[in-house]
Every structure is written in C-alpha cells, then in structure tokens.
C-alpha cells in the first residue's frame, strides 16, 4: 500500500531519504498487522509475554531506564515569533529546530522498518475529527497508536479527500536522554520527536497533535482542545449529564472518568467517554458539545484495584500492554497498591529488591482500547459529540482549595482554571510533590502564549448563553497528620451530584470570595465515613491563606505582561477585593 495522495507520498520519501531506513511498511490497521507485529515484538525481545490464562494476549515493555515519562524541558514549540509560544513554552526558532532535528535524524533508522501510520483523532468522518500521519521506526508505537487512535486503511481515505493532515516525524534515535527533543510547528502543522519511546513523547497523535497542535488551531477556529476527561452521569430517574474535566497528569482522570457509584447510589451510572483529552466545540444553538478524539487509554498503572478502580482493574485484564510494571512469580503484571500477588522482578527485570525503590515504576501505563472498559459508552463513537453540562478545573492540593467550589459566572471560572496549581507526580521527568502553576491541566500541553488562551476561553461568553458551568474540585486535600480527608474514588460521585444539582438550580449554596460553596447538608454522607467536622474541615476557605494564595495568582498572571486580557485581570481583583 502506498498513497495516491501526493504531499503525502513526497513526505514519506523526503523522510526516507533522511533517515535510510532498511524497509518501509504502511500501516493498514488490520487485527492481523497488529498480531503480527506483536509476535516481531516477541522475537526481538521488545515485548515480554505476560501469564496467557490469566491475562490473555497482554504484554509487557520494558522502556530505557531513562525514557520512562514525559520531558518537558526537551518539549519545545517552535512558532515564528517568541512571544507566540508565549512563557509557558520552551521556544526555538523554527530554521533552528529544523537544523537541530535533520541532523539528529539523518540516518538514523538504518537497518530498521520506517513505519507509516495514517490516523484519525476523533470518530471517523465526524465534522469534529481530525487526521495525521506518524512515521515512526518504533513498532512499540505503532502498536499503542492501534489501540489509541483510529488508525489505518480508513483514516488514509479521510487523509487522501481532505487532502490535509498533520505529520508527525518520529524516532527512538539512540535512546539518549542527551539527543532527545520533541519539537512542534504549530504554523507549519508538524511535529518532529527524536530519543524517546514513551508516552507523550512518542505517541504523536496524544498531547503533540491532540493537544499542541489542536489547541492552536482551536483558537484559530473557535473551539477548544483540552486535557479534560469526558463522563455522562446517569441518576435513578434515567436522566444523563456529562461533564469535562481538567486535572493535571496523574491526578485523577482516568479514575474519575471510570467511576463506579458507591453502594447506596442505587440507580446511579457513570458512563465513559473519554479519559484524558476533549476536543470541544459549540453547536448551532450555542451548546457546549465534546468528543474524544482518542479511542484507548494510556493509564497510570499504580494504584489500580478492585476497590479504586474495578473498570480499570477489570478492562486491563486482556487485550492490554504493560509498560514498566513488576511481575510475579506466575508471570503476572504486578504494581503498588494491585492488592494481590507479590513481585519478584522489577520494571527494570531486576530481581525485586525494595532498597531499589518501588516494584513497578511509578509512571508505569497500561494501553487498551476504550471499548473493554465495562462503562464504555457508544457515545464516545458519535460524530457530534454529547453535550456539556459542567466544567470541572482540579489540581493535587494537600491545603487550601476546597473539596469543591462553583463560578461565579464564565470570566470567573476561567480565572480559576487559570489559577489551577498542583503537586507535581511522575508523568513527567523532574522532582515530584512540588506545588507549581498548572492552568486548566495545560502547563505541558498549551501549544500557544497561555495570554491569548486565556483570551480565547474569555470569548466563549459572547458567542453563547447556554456555556456550562464552572466548578473547582480537590480529592487530595489531608489533615494535620496526612492522611486524606476524603476517601476519593466512587465516593467523588456525591461531589459529581452536587456540581449537577447545581447545573438544574435544584440546591442553593453559601457565596465565599472565592466561589460558591456546598452548605454543610449539601454533600450526601449517607454510608460514609467522614465525620462532619472533617467535611467542616474539606469545605473551609481560610482567607489569609487565600489571600496569599491570590497574591501569587496575581504575580503570575502579570508574567504574561501586555498580553495578559484585562479581563482576567480584573476578575482576579474582584476575588482579591472580597478577600479584603
Ligand atoms: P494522566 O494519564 O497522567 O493524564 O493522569 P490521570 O489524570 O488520568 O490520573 P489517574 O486517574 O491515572 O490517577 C493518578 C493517580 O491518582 C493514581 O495513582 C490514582 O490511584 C490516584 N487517584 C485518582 N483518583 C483519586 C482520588 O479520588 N483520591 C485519591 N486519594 N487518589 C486518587
Ligand atoms: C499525561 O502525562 O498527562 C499523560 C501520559 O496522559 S502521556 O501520554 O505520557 O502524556
Ligand atoms: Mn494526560
């Protein structure tokens, strides 16, 4: 198979012609291409067979020991001007980038297989999709961009009418932290990674094009790309709402996306549609309305178990690749927090040892394709989307932000999804645990200046009086002694619940400077151990701490000079002037 398309055929040639590869296959999207690369995969060691009577057709990779998260200090947006990639990006001016990627690439696939992987973010053929083109020498790649994407065959037929794709130039060069970089032309819609085989840094159709590139061509046509999971929430009397939600890597999407309702919430569903990344757009009568442009999931492993997340626990037993987990003696997939069996070899294949830290690492991922997930709804296939009843902006934050607090109105809740802030976790290289600014779950994955972003989300309110509402959650505020205040998981159901009834006006709530709150009676305890005064405690907002809180909001906010809207500025003054 080749392409009857031109620029598409000249691309893969001209990447050819760099990078001297041994042979070139073009991605069909079959079951069998699939299989067949897994059994390649097994030859050359790349992929480990896992127990096959407890865990059919799972695999396991094991990365470089270097290459086990996203780096952000070697993700660069290369736009024309500086001031377009704006001070959350690192910039390189784009003759520079391409200089620096055509000498890293020049030869580098000798000896191996160039492979071509058409794809479709979004449900084929919706108005809302999108399509690229991955070369890759990596079939690890390939095979997650199987269960990620729609990929293949199709996706080329969309490519070859539209006529027009993103291209993502990609390889696992040497592995070496030191020749490492994933570069993005916004203008040029291309994307060139080099020296990493993980995740986001390799996966090009997830946080390079759905978010990157997608978020600066939403601005430019009016809509939104977003690191948001997507849920309908259906309650006993049959009735549905789906909500978006940003929270920044590793704190909770795919659990949230994944919910199921604790015991006394009989007649309750949560439906998923997506875990990591909405593309959203308004409908003719103004609606709010998203889709999921991906179609698997790349979760984090730690912590998944029958009591926090049995969709996850259950979907992840066939049909799934293992990245960077332990094993067990039967040759299990094994992690922290499994809650069954015991390691004996590490996410390295060393024997375990707890001296060398935990079993499976701590950014370990699972890949699996959405439609095994128990609480898959079929909406996640519909070209236009489900409609968005709530936003919902939420950050790691052991002190401070409330369980969960409303908007005032659309300027307001933009502010506070630009106020996000978070602990940071393993997703990405770099120190963990450090509370640092993550705007709307953004701060990796903006592809443009986060000002004219801001300014972009503060349009919507012209264009429609029907938007969502906008809500703040927190599941990871503690006590004085650590420990976490709410139980978090299915139990984040009676916060969803809340955040709905308000969406109807069917509860009133208490106004705080800072947003509207849950009276005390609000938030259903019903078979649930946290005591008043600890939901006292979840609820409170300590003015000085919140005035501190907004000073550093503020300076913030002023780091993005002249090109900050003057709106956002004078919605943070309001919230300061309350808190006087
Ligand atoms: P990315 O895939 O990196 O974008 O992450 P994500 O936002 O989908 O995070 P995920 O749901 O995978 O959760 C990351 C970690 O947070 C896991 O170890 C979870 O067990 C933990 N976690 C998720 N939800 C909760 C919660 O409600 N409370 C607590 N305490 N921990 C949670
Ligand atoms: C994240 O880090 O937000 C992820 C994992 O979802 S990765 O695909 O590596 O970006
Ligand atoms: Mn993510």
Known sequence: MTTRLEILSDWVAEAAELTQPGKIHWCTGTLDEYRSLVQEMLASGDLLQLNQDHYPDCYLHRSDPQDVARVEHLTFVCSQNELDAGPNNNWMAPAAAKAKMAELFAGCMQGRTLYVVPYCMGPLGSVYARYGVEITDSPYVVINMYLMTRMGQGALEEIEKKGTFIKGLHSIGELDPERRFIMHF??????????????????????????????????????????????????????????????????GKTNLAMLIPPESYKGWKVWTLGDDIAWMHLDENGQLRAINPEAGYFGVVPGTNRRTNRNAYETIHSDTIFTNV??????????????????????????????????????????????????????????????????????????????????????????????VASETTAAASGEVGIVRRDPMAMKPFCGYNFADYWAHWLSF??????????????????????????????????????????????????????????????IDLTGLDVSAEALAQLLSVNTEQWQVEMDEVGKYLDSYGDRLPERLRAEHAKVLQALA
């Not at 139980?487 to 969803?496: C, T």
Request: with cysteine; charged share 25%.
């Open 461 to 522: 309110d012209a264009r429609s009086d029907k938007l969502p509402k906008i809500f703040h959650v927190n599941w990871f505020r503690r006590d004085a002694k650590g420990q976490f205040l709410w139980p978090g998981f299915g139990e984040n159901l009676r916060v969803l619940r809340w955040i709905i009834d308000r969406c109807e006006e069917r509860v009133g709530a208490d106004e705080s400077p800072i947003g509207f709150l849950p009276t005390a009676a609000a």
């Open 186 to 251: 916004p203008e040029e819609l291309t994307i060139m990674s080099y020296g990493s085989g993980y995740g986001g840094n390799a996966l090009l159709g997830k946080k390079c094009h759905a978010l990157r590139i997608a978020s600066y061509q939403a601005r430019t046509e009016g809509w939104l790309a977003e690191h948001m999971l997507i849920i309908g929430v259906e309650n006993p009397q049959g009735e549905t709402h789906y909500l978006a939600c940003a929270f920044p890597s590793a704190c």
């Open 326 to 419: 332990a094993v067990t003696e039967d040759n299990d997939p094994w992690w922290e927090d499994k809650g069954t069996g015991t390691p004996v070899t590490d996410w390295q294949g060393r024997a375990y040892d707890p001296a060398n830290g935990p079993a499976a690492h701590p950014n370990s991922r699972f890949t699996v394709s959405a439609k095994r997930n128990p609480s898959y709804s079929e909406l996640a296939d519909a070209p236009e989307g489900v409609p968005i009843s709530a936003l919902v902006f939420g950050g790691r934050r052991r002190e401070l932000a409330p369980l969960v607090y409303q908007a005032k109105d659309w300027a307001h809740g933009v502010l506070i999804g630009a106020s």
